[in-house]
DNA sequence: CTAAGCTCTGACCCAACGTCAGGGTCAAGA
DNA sequence: TCTTGACCCTGACGTTGGGTCAGAGCTTAG
């Protein structure tokens, strides 16, 4: 009679050594036979069990419930059968379920990227990957085309720079809100006026005529406005009325 | 500040309190304070990474990729959200081909149990869940309904009882064709008379003739024959054979 | 004063192996 | 004959996400 040693088994099936010592020890598939030394020695028959083995294994059975299944003869299995495909089907619908989920998040998480990249446009983020919305409504501008030149050039860390000095501006604004100022208040609109400095030395030249431009698309794109107010409810209106008021007191 | 106790967290949140420590053990969600008798406290904050936790785990995210998930801000977020939906994508087509091969086994085995059903409903096994193809092939002769009649009164036991018997008997018959008798011999004929006896004593009146019917059934559905020729090879057309010495050597 | 109902930490358990570690066996080549 | 390399063995720990005690402390109501 010939036999297999362990590697052999393991080659001619396709999995590892370690599961063959695994199923030997968990007894679900004990070789025939041991050669003198102690080396496992596996018949053609332990072959064929493991193929069934392997067989309800891809059917995604437990090895415990794979050994019920091979003791029992035949017929028990169909029940055994119909309960497996219940389970997968029950876990096929607990996935297509996390996927539409996932698929509402991707969307919801594209929209606002896509938001921040209009504005990073304007601002000279990296537009590369997101060109057809901000090519189309932005990509004609002199402001667009300045910052894309600047902006090539930024690293990592001058990124970060710049995102800091941004935040901390939206926060004294923001401030100012909480404490009653009014948008066309001195404090108001010196803080604005500093914005509108950060973007000139960042990204292009902009003048206080063009900020109000920009001031006003804060308010008019849902997108935009939404993410301001999120750090503050009517920052974006607020920043809007900052940048008029600071186009009338100062000129352009 | 209002804090909650661990089991009030639990109870909000739907999970065991022992996941709430397993999370505190591998630091993903930390309560913020601990009362002075060591007892955790968890603050609105705390149960707000929660409910994120527990989001991100809903979409079948490993709890390490969720840590990594909730300090990511936002930016890395959407790559992770892609890779997590791959990953859902390719776990459901494995288990949509595990359904199918499923399926094909299952319209397998449910044929088979088609081919025992019939021969169970001659021997008088309950055929009321196959009576398509059953009832159509035997339903209208006089043998499928006494045995029908019979054996609606028999239990568990008794049907263990026939098993035991007929096991024996095909047994016997398979040794004598290891042993070269012929399926005419005395021997052949004396267990396949017995066999008749059983059939007549357990579901319904079997002459010989009939028995010899039946045998050649045996041989001409390639259900029946697989089924007895797994047991011994040729074991089918030998009974057969003997089925019809025994009705030419002792008459009806 | 005690029992009930919280809480704590520590420790073992599950499934299906992967991955060493430490140590034998065997055949071929120097 | 000795060594090298390719196999083989057992034993044991790690992984993931908690479940399930066990032993012990705190607080509160009866």
Redesign the interface.
């Known amino acids: 009679m010939t036999t297999y040693t362990i590697s052999q088994a393991a080659q001619a099936s396709g999995i590892s050594v370690r599961t063959l010592h695994h199923y030997d020890a968990i007894q679900l598939l004990v070789p025939s036979r041991r050669s003198d030394n102690g080396y496992r020695r596996y018949t053609e028959a332990d072959l064929n069990r493991l193929a069934d083995i392997l067989f309800y294994r891809?059917?995604?059975f437990s090895l415990k419930q794979i050994d019920r299944v091979l003791k029992d003869q035949?017929d028990h299995?169909?029940t055994l059968?119909?309960e497996?495909?219940q389970r997968?089907?029950e876990?096929?619908a607990r996935?297509?379920a996390?996927?539409e989920?996932?698929?509402i998040?991707?969307e919801q998480?594209?929209n606002?990227?896509k938001t921040k990249d209009m504005f990073n446009a304007l601002n000279g983020f990296d537009p590369d990957q997101y060109e057809e919305e901000v090519q189309q409504r932005w990509g004609g501008t002199d402001a667009y085309k300045e910052s894309a030149q600047r902006t090539k050039h930024y690293d990592k860390e001058d990124w970060a720079r710049y995102q800091r000095d941004a935040d901390a501006l939206n926060q004294n604004m923001a401030t100012l809100i909480q404490n009653g100022y009014a948008a066309t208040s001195d404090e108001a609109v010196a803080v604005v006026e500093q914005m509108r400095q950060l973007i000139d030395t960042w990204f292009y030249p902009c003048s206080r005529a063009m900020h109000a431009q920009l001031g006003e698309m804060y308010v008019m794109d849902e997108r935009f406005s939404a993410s301001y107010d999120n750090l503050q409810p009517g920052l974006a209106r607020f920043i809007m009325q900052a940048t008029a008021a600071n186009l009338a007191k100062n000129g352009e």
């Open positions: 891809a059917l995604g035949t299995r169909v059968l119909r497996q495909k997968i089907d876990h096929i996935l297509q996390m996927r989920q996932l698929v998040n991707l998480e594209e606002t990227m």
